[in-house]
């Protein structure tokens, strides 16, 4: 059981260039999320899905678009990297999308992915 | 909107030495407060959910509690293995999927 896993774990991309960040669980939850995280500034949404079929924007979305693959993978996509795209990425998943009285909403967090934007 | 702040943004306590960090929280209907541990260059790890004012969970070191402003992650006697940041968030009922986080406290834990 390994919970949520990132690929890659690093990289390094020159201004304008594309890549995709793969994401998967293997908890059978139903939401999953990319957050990135910056000095200072904590973890910002960047897309969610509530379950498989569906998307959403989060708090900081452009220059990105997601992919919600089936129930286990959601991958995030830089088409023209900026320097400003230069952070650590994050997927998380959680295992309930309806309003519930408690219990289940906790997310599970991969590794992360260290981006750097030349 | 919903909103985290934390405090205080870094601790230095000597091994044993108790404290307790602070996230105050705005939001719509509260879902669940959670708290959270990362390690440098780890993605954070799940250590308590808190649903209602009054609740409290304890985990070895660590206890949360939950009022209806904020919550508090009491670290009794701690040790250095216990040195990371803490991050709190929210969710609430208006923004259904979204958890608000905050900037996190960094604890370092001397020995």
């Known amino acids: 059981n390994a919970g949520v896993t990132q690929t890659p774990k690093f990289q390094v991309l020159k201004t304008g260039q594309s890549m995709t960040l793969q994401c998967a669980q293997d908890?059978?939850?139903?939401?999953m999320y990319w957050y990135r995280q910056d000095p200072g500034m904590g973890l910002r949404l960047i897309y969610y899905s509530a379950s498989e079929g569906t998307t959403d924007k989060g708090e900081v979305p452009n220059g990105y678009n997601v992919s919600r693959l089936n129930k286990r993978e959601f991958s995030l996509r830089l088409e023209s990297a900026a320097p400003s795209q230069t952070s650590v990425y994050f997927c998380a998943s959680s295992g309930k999308t309806e309003k519930l009285a408690g219990g289940g909403n906790e997310q599970f967090f991969g590794p992360g992915t260290r981006l750097t934007v030349l | 909107e919903d909103q985290v702040t934390q405090s205080p943004e870094a601790l230095r306590l000597q091994e044993g030495e108790s404290s307790s960090l602070n996230c105050s929280y705005t939001v719509s209907g509260l879902r669940g407060l959670f708290w959270y541990r990362q390690d440098p260059g780890k993605g954070p790890e799940f250590l308590f959910t808190l649903y209602s004012a009054g609740e409290e969970k304890e985990k070895e070191r660590l206890k949360a509690t939950l009022t209806k402003k904020e919550s508090f992650l009491h670290i009794t006697a701690p040790k250095p293995e216990d040195s990371a940041t803490y991050l709190c968030a929210v969710l609430g009922s208006y923004n259904f999927n979204k958890f608000y986080f905050g900037s996190g406290t960094k604890l370092n834990v001397k020995p």
């Open positions: 908890m059978n939850h139903n939401s």
